[in-house]
């Protein structure tokens, strides 16, 4: 389902567009509609498919810009995943003009104090940090319409859980409440029952990788260097049906356009394209006349295609479900598969996800040098001149290759047929419009700590006790100065019995 079928805003669904997203995640899909409706949800997915959305285009929905109050609340685990968070509300409100702080302990609270001052309308943050400033009397609650609960489970394991609840009971009984956790202990069914109006349960099942026969890769790159990387990978691998999956319309266009450039026979496919172009373009693809199909999720969605060698992602996708939907093209009936990943340094968290859902860790991949694409593009170009010999056909072209002949030595014939079937990537540039980058993600490692609500993030690294400690200070002032949303922006760059309606996909 496109977003455009959710019933947002036409500023949301602006600012959707630009971020390069066109079609829903499930998760996405099936809680917008309940939460646009009012209702309370509780939504249960794995980590990384698309929650932050979800409820992010729910609760700016509602956001009223010229009443400057705090009208949403997110409480989530970790700083990290508290300022992910906010950047991520930052973009899909650029269009709201909606503005968002976040908070969190080991941070400089003077500056935050300062910021919450200036009145944003969605606060983000961690829960000890929340409190200090509910008790200090800076945060005030009493004008919130929508409360998210964030990685429930994971507030929960770290010892949050009275800390919440303390928060909440700070917010108007009338407000909304959406809680996202990727299990269902039953502390946090508890949370449900006494502070959630009637909550409808969402539940999306995870999908899994069906086929063992894929083997992943993944080429760790800069945006500008993946079209001339992934030529010559198709230069050396020679794949015989490939797909490549890329996150926008425009970059499908432009990519099929370069490909076409360089010699390939390549066809692209997303949603713009009206049905009878996109029958045509399968068909062609599907009877070998196309070797590589661009295509973004949504287009590809469906898509039964036999005899697909190889998936490249070009653009790695934010949901990992849409990973094993993609790969899942390849590997079939018994038949190995490959699939290359490109991803930029910032996104190694969205890999790092895809792995923790597949249950199989991708392998890095030296990229080809142009010197071995170059071989390879000789080598297959002797192979069509080899078919062509096979196919006969030639009698009427004898005379003209014996005049030829006289003038030139054999061997001058046959490198000039080569030069024009081999494509040499400086004689045909190929330029590919940037794409903003996906928010920087962080990722969690294994909480070895043993302490009551210790985090270890980035590197393994201890960020101490569940309230922050000021030894972060120091190291946090310039990362907290970029998140500090004063004068409206980001710089440098956001009662009774209840029960539960069970809704799976």
Known sequence: MKFSELGLAPELLKSIERMGFEEATPIQEQTIPLAL?????????????GKTAAFGLAMLQKIDPSNRVVQGLVISPTRELAIQTQEELYSL???????????????????????????????VGTPGRMLDLIKRKVLKLNHIETLVLDEADEMLNMGFIDDIESIIKETPSARQTLLFSATMPNEIKRIGVQFMQNPEHV?????????SLIDQYFVKCKDFEKFDL??????????????VFCRTKRRVDEIAKGLEMRGYRAEGIHGDLSQQ??????????????????????????????????????????????????????????KEGISITFITRNEMGYLRTIEDLTRKKMTALRPPTSEEAYEGQVKAAMEQIGE????????????????????????DLVAAFLKTIVKDP???????????????????GNNKGGGRGHYKGKGGKNYGDRRGGRRDNRRNSKKDQRFDNKRGDRRNNGNGKRDFTIRQK
């Open 93 to 123: 409100s650029r269009d709201k003009k909606a503005k968002v702080q976040v908070v969190y302990g080991g941070a400089d609270i003077g500056r935050q104090i300062r910021s919450l001052k200036d009145q944003p309308h969605i606060v």
């Open 277 to 334: 172009k996109r029958m045509s373009v399968l068909k062609g693809f599907k009877s070998g006349r196309v070797d590589i199909l661009v295509a973004t999720d949504v287009a590809a969605r469906g898509l039964d295609v036999s005899g697909v060698t190889h998936v490249y992602n070009y653009d790695i996708p934010q949901d990992p479900e849409s990973y094993v939907h993609r790969i899942g093209r390849t590997g079939r009936a018994g």
């Open 37 to 49: 409706e009012g209702k309370d949800v509780i939504g249960q997915a794995q980590t990384g498919t």
């Open 230 to 243: 992934m030529t010559r990978l198709f230069d050396v691998q020679t794949p015989e049906l490939a797909i």
């Open 426 to 444: 400086n004689e045909v540039p190929v330029k590919i419009t940037p794409e903003r980058p996906l928010p920087n993600k962080s990722f969690k």
């Open 388 to 411: 062509i010999i096979d196919k006969n056909g030639l009698d009427r072209y004898e005379k003209a290759a014996a005049d030829l002949l006289e003038t030139y030595t054999p061997e």
């Open 203 to 211: 539940q999306i099942k995870t999908k899994t990788l069906s086929s």
